[in-house]
């Protein structure tokens, strides 16, 4: 920008993105003086280089802010982690079933890891089939989006909630959060 630009002539936009033709560097920099702006080169690689007048300080702010933006917007990924035992008993196999039933329904994928040792390394298939049976037990609000996999001594199965069945729960969520603020407000009057 301004002194930093090396071409001896550059094709000019105005403020308002307005056409200005090819002028030279010097007479560029005496406009953008005058109307007390900043000559910025936009397309450096054409010939002659592009240059705008503009307010390069404002234009960086607002750049940011978009940014800023952008990454407030995003959708957080986040993946809760179940582990499991190979020889887990039926009770709290019900209870790490309603933990995970309990992480897709908010959204979340689950990863489902099953810990190995000893002997039991032998015996995969037996993994397998346990992983099977939790994916079988929460199918209607999860689909398996990674299959069961040997990683070393662990077993890993990565579960996704349905996207049809996610909205609903947020927007029951927000729902709730809803009613909550106004119980608390016709509380407080």
Do not use: W
Request: proline share 4%; charged share 30%.
């Amino acid at each position: 920008m301004n002194e930093q630009i090396r071409a001896r002539e550059v094709r000019l936009v105005g403020p308002q993105g307005e056409q200005v033709g090819i002028v030279s560097l010097d007479q560029a920099l005496q406009l953008a003086a005058d109307v007390d702006l900043d000559l910025v080169e936009v397309a450096p690689m054409a010939r002659p280089p592009v240059c705008k007048l503009m307010d390069y300080g404002k234009y960086k702010y607002e750049a940011a802010l978009k940014a800023r933006e952008a990454r407030r917007n995003q959708q957080q990924t986040v993946i809760k982690e179940m582990k499991l035992r190979l020889k887990i008993d039926t009770h709290d196999y019900e209870t790490k079933k309603g933990h995970v039933l309990r992480f897709l329904k908010a959204g979340d994928k689950v990863k489902v890891t099953i810990m190995f040792r000893g002997r039991e390394q032998s015996r995969p298939e037996m993994g397998k089939r346990l992983l099977e049976r939790l994916a079988g037990d929460v199918e209607e609000f999860g689909l398996v989006e990674s299959m069961p996999r040997l990683d070393g001594r662990n077993m890993i199965m990565v579960m996704a909630p349905h996207r049809a069945k996610q909205a609903p729960a947020v927007a029951k969520a927000e729902a709730e959060a809803e009613a909550e603020a106004a119980a608390a407000a016709a509380v407080v009057e």
